[in-house]
């Protein structure tokens, strides 16, 4: 089954790596023409998509403190643009993340590389800019204040209830770009926060940087998405499952099917967002057969496993994503096997 160690420990690498694509800070020629948040936000991503940058970055998940250091640009590709990047742990094991347009290889000193993709996970650059996101969070201005020496315009990011997080951000005056992005609680408590040291913009990076990240390999076949729907007739792509309840505003975006990378099991996986917060809810049968419940949570990645019994057949849920706990317990427990599909899923 799916361990919630392995979970904890690729969730605060996505969102250390999905926070970091939106926390830059570049210089431009004249200040940004920007009046209303939305304006703001949407320099802020325009920006952050076209920059060539290098610096470090701090990333705070509850009483856990990292810094990490980060490059990225941009290349021709086959099929246009497409980002390069690169993110160093400082701290502990060794550790790097490399991005290339869609490939991630996450890499941890004596260990295979993780591959995925992140295309049913959508980076923090844009997330502030669709509109989808704005019919369950409100908008609005603070304040203007002064973060990493630059002047910043303080924008507050609420949730219309208790089933997502809100943010404070803080853009550069003078860019539009993000300095810093504080993740808070219903209660206003902080549960994630980053914030760039230090960063400088050179016109290239040099060839010893970009091989490092010009050398990912492909995604291999059996670890990529499977599509919401088949290119050749329209149906749906097949998923054996069903979930009793879902937070309103939250859209299947993915869903796949893969070999467990712990066992000999098929894992059925399926991602919803609501243009700003995502997760992920992972279902396979259950060789323990035993009734249990775990949850967990660092910083703002909630981690709940439940194993529960349908007729003579054991199933394992995993729920992971940036959600309250109580909400991914609540979408755990709602999630049965569709009658129907019941004996190919077990298969």
Do not use: C
């Not at 290339?100 to 993780?114: D, H, L, Q, Y």
């Not at 088949?230 to 309840?245: I, M, R």
């Not at 709940?304 to 849920?317: I, L």
């Not at 991914?328 to 298969?347: L, N, T, W, Y």
């Amino acid at each position: 089954m799916i361990s919630m160690k392995g979970i904890f420990q690729a969730g605060r690498t996505l969102a250390a790596l999905f926070f970091s694509l939106s926390l830059v800070v570049g210089e431009a020629s004249a200040t940004t023409k920007a009046d209303t948040p939305e304006q703001w936000l949407e320099a802020m991503s325009e920006a952050t998509r076209n920059l060539t940058y290098r610096g470090h970055f701090v990333y705070q998940q509850g009483a856990n403190l990292e810094t990490l250091s980060i490059i990225h640009t941009r290349e021709a590709g086959e099929n246009g643009q497409r980002e390069l990047e690169r993110i160093r742990y400082q701290d502990g094991l060794p550790r790097e993340m490399i991005r290339r347009g869609k490939e991630i290889v996450f890499a941890t000193s004596g260990r295979e590389p993780t591959r995925f993709e992140h295309e049913s996970l959508m980076p923090m650059v844009g997330r502030f800019t669709g509109k989808e996101f704005r019919k369950f969070y409100n908008l609005k201005p603070a304040s203007l204040d002064r973060i990493a020496n630059r002047e910043a315009v303080q924008l507050l990011v609420i949730p219309t209830d208790r089933h997502r997080y809100g943010y404070q951000l803080w853009l550069d005056r003078r860019t539009g770009l993000m300095l810093k992005s504080v993740m808070v609680d219903s209660e206003g408590r902080i549960i994630e926060r980053i914030q760039f040291t230090d960063l400088e913009f050179p016109e290239q990076l040099p060839d010893a940087e970009l091989s490092q990240i010009k050398a990912v390999k492909p995604v291999s076949a059996n670890e990529k998405l499977v599509k919401l729907t088949d290119e050749d007739n329209k149906k749906p792509a097949e998923w054996s499952w069903k979930s009793g309840w879902i937070p309103d505003g939250f859209s299947l975006r993915s869903q796949s099917r893969r070999k467990s990378p712990v066992s000999d099991q098929t894992v059925d996986a399926v991602n919803y967002s609501d243009g700003l917060a995502s997760f992920s809810v992972f279902v396979e049968p259950d060789e323990t057969r035993v009734l249990s419940q775990a949850t967990e949570q660092i910083g703002s990645m909630a981690a709940v496993s439940k194993v529960f019994r349908s007729n003579n057949s054991f199933f394992h849920v995993t729920v992971v994503g940036e959600i309250p706990l109580g909400t991914a317990e609540r979408i755990a427990v709602s999630v049965r096997p569709e009658e129907q599909k019941q004996v190919q899923a077990i298969k």
